[in-house]
């Protein structure tokens, strides 16, 4: 007989197992939902980037290779924050350089038909830029490895450029090293003397030691003008983001910063030298970077990648979407929110200047704080209120509503102006004995009136409010 009774009572224990682990999967999901929600509208942190690549030059003098891998070195540092609450746009604040004194941009200008326009210059380069980066989330999956993004911005660009000019040739007749300027010679070679000359000269060659300033020299700046070696440009980009985790991407780019100069060459429509073109000077510049989020909530990170990854998994079905602002169901605080209405991380539309009415709907946007509005968010004044107040007509849910409203219990606070006496008719509904009618005493009031439980006439009430925002 035991043994039967164990045999009907297994059913009953199994189904109560199931039942405590079906409740304890249900509580355990609950708990990962809100653990990762308690941010309400999170802000990332910025996102610093570090990155290298070749720095190339087109002006009135170019290197005889024209190709964006061809280039000096120049280093760039990036901080990155997003600017709009979809996280589409980011905004980056950057700082950009030669490694001075290390790989300064140098550009060698070889012409054979045209001897004259034989030119070497070097400089160095710092740059401060800001730019707005978009990245295609609006029709690229966020779980998409890898990203293309745009970007334009401005910069503050400082150059120091100097040319080579001056080298050295050996004499043999008093077996000595002298100095002189290039000579370039139609067959290529470089002289001391003019090939106007008519006389063969002595063989130099390039020492690559940029000694002559660009700007005081007149031999190629004719007017010998001191021009400000700063400018400004403007940088457009493109190109690809790889994400490796939730906190590191790589980036493969290129830059081409378009600047307001003509004369970081030194050569333009008024050299000596030769004649430039009318045109500014451009940088290139084609890298790869790495990007670091150190500083963002990594719970808020989790929660976006989960939020991505069932966006491509028909979100609808695994959580339950109703109005489609893409907040699960059961964590969605303000359900039923109109397609297209941009909400917080809880589903709420928002609501800027706190009034109650959210922005897609409030025709005040900027109401002042405390202010009383209507359904459309218009701040309504104090004597259109009282002008439309009557006590005896109002049924207790609108007295109380009323009374909320008057109170701006938004922050939970009475208006409270300062220390009045409490009538002795109303002592006693100062329940707390700390000298002050709250509101939560006032409607305790209110229900003792409407419940006929209260010796308060209808005339009292009337003087318990004013009494109320007398305080």
Known sequence: MRYLDNIKILPVLLFFSFSFGLHSQERDWEKYLIEDVENINPVYKPVIGFGVGFLSFYGDVNNNIK????????????????????????????????????????????????????????????????????????????????????????ENVMFSSKADMIGKYYDPNDNQWHQAKYNYWTDGTIRNLPQSSGRQGYFMISDNNYETDIRSDTSINASGNNYSQNTIAIPIEAGLDFSISNRTNIRLGYAFHYTFSDNIDGISTNSKLFKGTSGNDMLGYTYVSLHFDLFSDPKMLRLNKLIAVIEDNDFDVMFGDEDGDMVPDVIDKCLHTPKGVLVDSVGCPYDTDGDGVPDYMDKQPNTPPGAIVDLDGVEISDDVVWANLNLDALPRSEVEMYLSVMNNLGSGTSRRFGKVEIPPKFKSLDLDGDGYISFDEVLKAIDAFFDFDSDLSTQDIYELNDFFFSQ
Request: charged content about 15%; hydrophobic content about 40%.
């Open 67 to 154: 190709n964006p891998l061809f280039g000096s070195l120049a280093g760039k540092v990036n901080m990155h924050a997003y600017v709009d609450p979809k996280k589409h746009f980011k905004f980056n604040l950057y700082v950009m350089s030669t490694f001075f004194g290390l790989t300064p941009l140098t550009v060698r200008q070889r012409s054979y038909s045209t001897p004259n326009k034989n030119f070497n210059f070097q400089s160095d380069f710092l740059i401060f830029g800001v730019n707005i980066h978009y990245d295609f989330d609006h029709i690229i999956k966020k779980t998409s490895f890898v990203r293309p993004f745009i970007s334009i911005g401005v």
